[in-house]
């Protein structure tokens, strides 16, 4: 016999099988104890079965006061496994995808007493059928020794043949909607329309949808990605190789191309051309096409940061525009437009990143509640903050709110700096400042105090800066000319109100149930 010491984080279930048939006289029942690293024995018969529900019904408005209610219906195939005889073992087909989806969803508007069907949408499903899996199990045979059991001779056949093995098929894939089929009911009325959709079998990924209108007009949407060069025709050969190298590298589902088409007439057709940034492959132009007309660029994209993040873009009228990113290369925190990204800096000394200024000490950045922006700001007895890589033709706007007055910024032209407004926040009194700067490639910020929104952006250019509360929403906006709106948000993390910087609410926001559409 072999024993088995369980570890300390091991998890223990028990359960009793019969080894035979429990209506023999002589059957064996049989405690097996299983040892599992996991809490979890899985949806099997030993370890219970998931709950599914053919049928759920939504309901609109509040409990005994209902304005409508939302029907899904299910095809519920549940977990069947197959037991084999005389043994523990189940087969398993692991196939639940193949049989539950959903079916329906019928729209209902209360009428007082009862409930009139205004809308039904319906699905339907292709399936996809993507790898076969070879599987199975052993397990101990064990024999009843009586007379009408198969097994009579049970001790021979036990020292010969002691171990059983079972083998079958698991199919992996996927039900994909294959139509969508949208009815609404309007004063004994119908209007109907449908779309359809096909996929690329090797990937599955979207590769057209059709629309017929209930005017019977067909709009077709086609998709092409990295992962579909063959059908690419008349695509540049160097653009061929680079989504060759990206799909080599598993990336297969970058959109290359969509067309528009109306009744197989094509309408509109956009387009992506990709060159290689900092090693890697990424969106270099897109083109538009409009019906006949020849392929025109819409957008250039010029620069992306480490993360992958687009910080320069310029659109077909020249101008160009730009994106700094912080919070770990999520979020972007400004935003300039008419001006060179690189000749950009921004902090609210909110994130990691500092927005490419220099000499930000992480110590001296306190959380307090009565920011001008975000919950932090910056504060020293010895501010020393500095931007390089100017250019000494140009000429730049250095902003920042101050609790202590104004600082001293290299290269500040006369009549400079300029006081633009005051906010007090709950005692705490911030004064916005400017200064004109230019016959420089750096410039740095020096001085006593609280700061906080620090900018340096080229004069002519417009730009915009934000805060965030991440995972939740923006806190804060400040335009061209430093005014701030507010964002705030209710428990259940949606927007409620935005507020302008003297607390005067601009707009508020308030969510009810929708009623469901009649016309």
Known sequence: MIGIQPERSDFIY??????????????IVQKITTVKSSPFTGILFEGGAAVLYPEVAEYTGKPGNSIGKTIYKYNITGINPSRQPYSPLQQYYRDSWRGNYLKYVEYYQSTG???????????????????????????????????????TNCQTQYLTDVVNYVGYDIYTGDQKISEYKDTYYINGSTLESKKTYTYYPSTLF??????????????????WYSDNTTELTGWPAAQLTLLNNMRTANRINTVVKVQVALNNAPQQTISHHFATFNSNIYPAETFAHYLNNADESYLKYLQYDNTGNVTSVQ????????????????????????????????????????????????????????????????????????????????????????????????????????SISTIDINGDVWTLYQHQVTGSV??????????????????????????????????????????????????????????????????????????????
């Open 315 to 418: 659109q077909t009228n020249n101008v160009l525009s730009g994106y700094l990113w912080d919070y770990k290369g999520t979020l972007p925190v400004a935003q300039i437009t008419g001006g060179n990204i690189q000749e950009v800096a921004f902090t609210s000394f909110e994130a990691e990143d500092q927005g490419t200024w220099s000499g930000v000490n992480a110590a001296n950045i306190l959380t307090n509640a009565n920011t001008i922006t975000g919950k932090r700001c910056y504060q020293s007895s010895s501010i020393n903050i500095f931007k390089t890589g100017l250019q000494s033709s140009e000429t730049y706007i250095v902003s920042y709110w101050s609790k202590n007055g104004q600082m001293v910024v290299t290269g500040t032209q006369s009549g400079w700096p300029k």
């Open 113 to 151: 007493s009862t409930y009139d069907l205004v809308r039904l949408g319906g699905y339907g499903y292709t399936e996809f059928i993507k790898d076969t899996l070879r599987t199975g199990g052993a397990y101990l045979k064990y024999f009843s020794q009586a007379g009408n059991d198969p097994y």
């Open 206 to 223: 979207s590769s057209q949808e059709t629309l017929v209108t209930s005017k019977q007009e067909n709009k077709t949407s086609t998709t």
């Open 442 to 519: 750096a410039v740095t910020v020096s001085g006593n105090g609280a700061i906080d929104e620090l900018r340096l952006y080229p004069a002519k250019a417009e730009r915009k800066t934000y805060t965030y509360a991440p995972l939740i929403g923006i806190t804060t906006e400040s335009d061209t000319n430093s005014r701030i709106l507010y964002y705030e948000y209710d428990a259940f993390n949606r927007l409620r109100l935005i507020r302008d910087q003297n607390n005067k609410i601009i707009k508020q926001y308030d969510y009810q149930y929708q009623v469901p559409p009649t016309q």
């Open 14 to 27: 028990q359960q009793t099988v019969n080894s035979t048939n429990p209506s023999d006289l002589s059957n």
